[in-house]
């Protein structure tokens, strides 16, 4: 997971004040970024485009559930929370 942080604080000194100035961007999943050509959105896709959201300024990318689903909800009805679901990627994709 260390390869999608943008940029961090010393977790002992100064972690409130970068987090008062820091811009954050909500990335979702399913339609964010297809890598695959399948049409839905991926882990691989938002990686590919971290250089792009560190561009705009961003320090902290807040990513929606990518877990295995039912479906209900494209995604927040997870229902294994150890696994991605395979639309999306895989765990090889997150590390």
């Not at 954050?24 to 399913?30: A, H, L, P």
């Not at 959201?53 to 229902?79: A, C, E, M, N, Q």
Request: proline share 4%.
């Amino acid at each position: 997971m260390s390869d999608i942080i943008l940029s961090g604080a010393d977790s002992d000194t100064g972690t409130k004040q970068w987090l008062n100035g820091a811009v954050g961007y909500e990335v979702y999943v399913r339609s964010f970024a297809d890598s695959n050509g399948d049409g839905i959105g991926d882990i691989a896709g938002i990686t590919g485009r971290l250089d792009y959201l560190k561009w705009l300024g961003v320090d902290i990318v807040w990513v929606t559930p990518f877990y295995p689903s039912p479906g209900h909800d494209h995604g927040y009805d997870v229902s294994f929370y150890c696994d991605v679901d395979p639309q999306h990627g895989s765990l090889a994709d997150v590390d």
